[in-house]
């Protein structure tokens, strides 16, 4: 027997299904898209508000419908005192509790935004996260829809910040209030008919998933996948089928207007919302928004069964290519509506409110299609090295990296193994930093330090053939005195800079540094 420990077993890394690392690029890219949206928001005349990862679980409502997923859609934990809570899945149900705990002090309308991860106990695949980030407005407390013909003004502001072009986009409209008119007409109102409303709205929600065809047979007797699996119907006749898919499949909603008025004629909440729809497009028409930007369409059925009014979705329009090569619309990237009775169910009174969601990773990838991401100068830091670890020759490298950054200049002093002095300069390669600061005792000694642009030293490098050259050339290096140290750097960014706008242009001349006049408040 041995008797010897056995040995560790190495901790496997690993990530969770559904979740990923963002990287340096994708998080500038968030924080550069989040800014410009930020800034149009504000300019509407909203404030942010943040609510916390965690609710409790039965302030959340309805959970997503993933009845075969541990905590049906959620992801949960039982507190100390045995009350259930849970990661949040939107940002619009703890609003709603963030609303009804503060109704006394806050100020209605309450116009707020907030921005913030949220997240999904799905089942994870291709594009598809169980953690992702939401950028929400809302607006409660007003009744009226001139806050829903608002929202979608802000929304199309917000992609025009964003360099999404006219014509590129749409912010389609619809409203819950005309399909529940079109349901009652064709014989489904009352509360026995609620069920059967629900198989309705669920089976017009797939309309981009199975077409026409497909909605067809889940609103009449059902329909059996490629997989054989049968899905049943909501039960409808082919007369109440034909209404139903009139309203979804409506294009061009002047043409139509009339009958679908003439359909839904009779019935309280029909009549309202076809007034709704029309008064939607005249506010926005009279403030400058053409069917380009904002057009009323009835085929816009996803959120149905959650809104109780106006519905809007933000669509891109241009082609993208997906993962097997074809080309296809981009679609949609944000959408919201009316939801006038979330809040009340903490309230036990009506409280009106309308809000819209971006889904930041979406409209991140369809902004880098567009080549608008990512454009940004990101300058990684000038290196300061570290040739002596005494406190004398320490403390002198962390002077020059506080004065640099003094200068608003990006700047480290090198953290790792500083014995081997060519790691320092493969460390400097390996990020991309544009210069690194030498000061070894000699020139410790006399007051300078030595300044390697590590940009032209690169391009330099390909016109030099052996080692004894490139020693003795000292390529791009010079010295200068200790006190000249940041006007020096700032004259070679600046002269880098130059330099790149010109590549970028097509129009390569490479600087020479003593040429550059006097440019030190130019960084």
């Known amino acids: ?23 340096a690029a994708d998080l500038r890219a968030v924080n550069e898209m989040t800014a410009k949206i930020r800034e149009v928001y504000e300019h509407y005349g909203f404030d ?11 302030a959340l409502g309805k959970f997503l419908p993933d009845s075969d997923r541990p905590n049906e859609g959620v992801f949960s934990l039982q507190d100390d005192d045995e009350q259930w809570m849970s990661l949040r899945y939107d940002l619009t149900a703890p609003l709603a509790r963030h609303v009804a705990e503060s109704f006394n002090e ?4 309450y116009r707020t935004y907030r921005a913030g991860y949220v ?3 799905e089942k994870p695949g291709p594009g598809r996260f169980r953690q992702f980030m939401q950028f929400d407005a809302d607006t409660v407390g007003a009744p009226g829809v001139q806050a829903d013909a608002e929202m979608c003004m802000m929304m199309s502001d917000t992609l025009e910040a964003l360099g999404i072009k006219r014509g590129d986009y749409v912010i389609r409209v619809n409203n ?3 399909l529940d008119g079109v349901l009652e007409a064709i014989g489904l109102g009352g509360d026995d008919k609620a069920g059967q409303r629900l198989n309705v709205l669920r089976a017009i929600d797939k309309l981009d998933k199975f077409g026409p065809e497909g909605v067809a047979l889940l609103l009449g007797p059902g329909r059996k996948d490629e997989s054989g699996d049968f899905t049943k119907g909501a039960g409808l006749d082919q007369s109440q089928i034909e209404k ?9 909603y002047a043409e139509s207007a009339a009958q679908l008025a003439e359909l839904v004629a009779g019935t309280e909440k029909g009549v309202e919302g076809v007034e709704e729809l029309n008064f939607i497009g005249a506010l926005v ?5 053409q069917a380009d930007r904002i057009k009323i369409d009835p085929s816009v059925v996803r959120g149905l069964e959650y809104y109780t009014g106006p519905v809007y979705e933000a669509e891109l329009l241009f082609d993208v290519t997906n993962e097997k090569g074809e080309k296809v619309v981009f679609g949609s990237v944000g959408g919201g509506g009316r939801y006038d009775g979330l809040v009340s169910r903490f309230m036990g009174q009506p409280v009106p409110a309308t809000g819209f969601s971006i889904g930041v990773s979406r409209l991140m990838t369809a902004l880098k299609n567009l080549g608008k991401l990512g454009q940004q100068d990101i300058i990684e830091p000038v290196l300061v090295t570290v040739m002596d670890g005494d406190v004398g020759a320490m403390g002198r490298y962390q002077r020059f990296t506080q004065e640099l950054r003094a200068a608003g200049i990006r700047a480290e002093m090198f953290q790792g193994n500083w014995k081997k002095f060519g790691n320092q300069l493969k460390y400097a390669d390996r990020r991309g930093c544009p210069i690194a600061i030498i000061q070894g005792g000699d020139e410790r000694a006399q007051g300078v330090v030595q300044i390697k642009d590590l940009i032209e030293g ?3 490098s390909g016109e030099i053939e052996d080692n004894t050259t490139w020693r003795e050339a000292r390529v791009a290096q010079e010295t200068v005195a200790e006190a000249d140290l940041v006007a020096k750097v700032k004259k070679i960014l600046v002269a880098q800079a130059e330099d790149r706008k010109r590549a970028a242009s097509g129009f390569v001349v490479p600087y020479d540094p003593a040429q550059t006049g006097d440019i030190d408040d130019e960084v």
């Open 48 to 58: 942010p508000v943040e609510t916390p990862l965690l609710e409790y679980t039965d």
């Open 244 to 252: 139903v898919l009139f309203f979804v499949g409506i294009k061009d």
């Open 119 to 121: 997240f999904r106990n």
């Open 176 to 178: 819950r209030k005309v």
């Open 285 to 289: 028409t009279s403030a400058g928004y």
């Open 106 to 109: 806050i100020q209605l309308p």
């Open 1 to 23: 027997m041995n008797d010897k420990q056995k040995k560790p077993q190495k901790l496997k890394a690993r990530l969770p299904r559904g979740f990923v690392d963002r990287s």
């Open 458 to 460: 690169k391009r330099l």
